[in-house]
């Protein structure tokens, strides 16, 4: 969870998982909609099908401990480099260094390097830099300590140099610049996009549509077309029902929402659907959205909210 995401706001859901799924066995034994439910609102939803995957991969293939080895553990889906530092140094005790963006930071300004962790040959220079300055004895204090300098003392804007315990040794300290570094990535371009969604009751349940593909797979929202070059919303919407088997009179609801997901930012148009004819078929169903049961998009909460 903490891939991404900051440990204030990834604390409650790991609080609600564990409350869910409080071993890796009923981890593995739960369905994917289920994961994902308990995983909505966090984001980043290929962390918590990888998350689901591995637990599968430790019950089936090493008795559901999990593996100490840094190389078995690595093969597990979803676990990259930074992940194995952590876990195999904090967990078991490997001298295998972690680099976060509060790890990049601190390197850079010890050593005056204008890199980024974001640009691929500033991110080997600073896995090489970690790894060198590696210490064999508690290698998991070491990594914390990194971190946690970071986040509390050496921070992006204002660092308190006056309380940092190396200044000593901090090159950006000594230069009387150490906000000048680490090296400010691009950021990429916000794209713009129109959408419309139909809200669509029926006894209680609203008409959801699973997604596909890379983005947000497997998450349910309300069925939804995207609007270029001034198309028309209620017959883009009615043909998007019509293929899902259902006929409704669609209205605008004269609401819409900000909605941001990534670099993109959406404006979506709330149409309210009157069930005519028709059954949901395919990825569509009616869900009972107040459940919990299944993993909805935010937008999907957002736009439930509102009809409430």
């Given amino acids: 969870m903490l891939q991404q995401t900051q440990v204030a706001t990834a604390t409650p859901y790991y609080q609600r998982f564990l409350t869910r799924f409080p071993t890796l066995h009923s981890l593995a034994a739960a369905r994917p909609d289920a994961v994902l439910a308990a995983w909505a609102g966090l984001g980043y939803y290929r962390r918590a099908r990888h998350l689901h995957d591995a637990a599968r991969v430790v019950v089936r293939e090493h008795a559901g401990r999990l593996p100490a080895d840094p190389d078995a ?31 990049a930071r601190v390197l850079s300004r010890i050593h005056a390097l204008h890199i980024s962790i974001r640009d691929p040959k500033g991110a080997r220079t600073l896995w090489a830099l970690a790894e060198r300055d590696m210490p064999q004895r508690e290698p998991g204090e070491w990594n ?66 699973r997604r596909e593909g890379a983005l947000l797979d497997g998450l349910w929202e309300p069925p939804g077309v995207e609007l270029t070059n001034g198309a028309s919303a209620r017959a883009a919407l009615e043909a998007e029902l019509a293929r899902l088997g259902v006929k409704a009179r669609c209205e605008p609801m004269r609401q819409t929402l900000k909605h941001r997901i990534t670099h993109r930012e959406i404006n979506v148009a709330l149409w309210r659907g009157e069930l005519i004819d028709g059954k949901a078929r395919g990825p569509a169903r009616f869900v009972n959205h107040g459940a919990g049961r299944v993993p909805l998009t935010a937008l999907a909460r957002r736009a439930a909210e509102m009809l409430k």
């Fill in 73 to 103: 553990f690595a093969r597990l889906p979803g676990v990259g480099r930074y992940t194995v530092g952590a876990v195999m140094s904090l967990a078991f005790d490997h001298a295998l260094p972690v680099l976060d963006g509060n790890v």
């Fill in 144 to 209: 914390q300590a990194l971190m946690e300098l970071g986040a509390t003392i050496c921070t992006p804007r204002n660092p308190r140099c006056d309380k940092c315990p190396v200044r000593k040794h901090c090159r950006a300290f000594a230069e009387g610049t150490p906000e000048a570094y680490p090296a400010t990535p691009v950021r990429r371009a916000t794209s713009h996009m129109r959408r419309a969604i139909v809200l669509i009751e029926r006894k209680g349940a609203l008409l959801m549509v």
